[in-house]
């Protein structure tokens, strides 16, 4: 099965208002990234952690690579925030090798 | 921030041509380079790792004779998708990791279209 397991897969919010994604692993992670892939394909780097949490803005993200899991909470939404986000572990010591999510396609409306 | 420049965004080649393309890292050295494909399905693989003073690591499925990858200096990559067919469509992804950093960065990827 998929080491990384990414939800929702899909998500829409109201602008102002927030939410959560989640990414499960089944093997134990040394280290996640957080990317939002912009309407050009850009993967945009949010996050690196290789634990705790990290805040940036409106977004925070968190990882506990004991429990196998990552989140990454969106605050007060905005237009702009539209797009697929990903996350993507990595399990060896060097941090090359990511294991990325199959992303969450998020729509902000007004 | 550290910044990836790909090239060519996208190519539309024949079936059994081939396609080249390049990453660069600006304003950093990247220890290691990995080259990635999304494909059509979304889902991410990871073809090959370029790491300083090691040889390239190729993941299952995929071959240094399909993809042969060229490291010269720590700002430049390139890979090549010889022989292109159906298959190998998507979107190729060179993620550089800067000295002393843990995280990659990514360029915006070319994208392959196979006729």
């Known amino acids: 099965g998929d080491q990384v397991e990414q939800s929702p897969s899909a998500l829409s919010l109201h602008e102002g208002t927030g939410s959560a994604l989640r990414c499960n692993f089944t093997t134990t992670m040394r280290a996640v990234q957080w990317f939002r892939k912009n309407s050009r394909g850009s993967l945009i780097n949010l996050f690196y952690l290789a634990s705790g949490t990290k805040e940036n803005g409106r977004l925070k993200s968190a990882f506990d690579s004991k429990e196998r899991y990552s989140t990454l909470h969106i605050r007060d939404a905005q237009l702009e925030d539209s797009g697929t986000y990903f996350c993507?572990?990595?399990?060896?010591?060097?941090?090359?090798?990511?294991?990325f999510g199959k992303g969450t396609v998020l729509l902000v409306s007004p | 921030g550290a910044l990836v420049y790909q090239y060519p965004r996208r190519t539309i080649c024949k079936s059994g041509t081939s396609m080249r393309m390049e990453c660069q890292a600006v304003?950093?050295?990247?220890?290691?380079v990995a080259w990635y494909r999304q494909s059509p399905q979304k889902t991410f693989e990871l073809i090959a790792l370029?790491?300083?003073?090691?040889?390239?690591?190729?993941e299952q499925n995929f071959t240094q004779e399909k993809f042969p990858i060229s490291h010269p200096n720590l700002s430049f990559s390139s890979m090549t998708v010889l022989n292109a067919y159906l298959e190998d469509r998507g979107l190729y992804l060179c993620?550089?990791?800067?000295?002393?950093?843990?995280?990659?960065?990514f360029g915006e990827g070319s994208k392959l279209t196979v006729l």
């Open positions: 304003g950093f050295q990247a220890t290691s």
């Open positions: 370029s790491t300083v003073n090691s040889a390239i690591k190729y």
């Open positions: 993507a572990a990595s399990y060896d010591s060097g941090y090359n090798k990511l294991t």
């Open positions: 993620g550089a990791r800067p000295q002393g950093a843990g995280q990659l960065y």
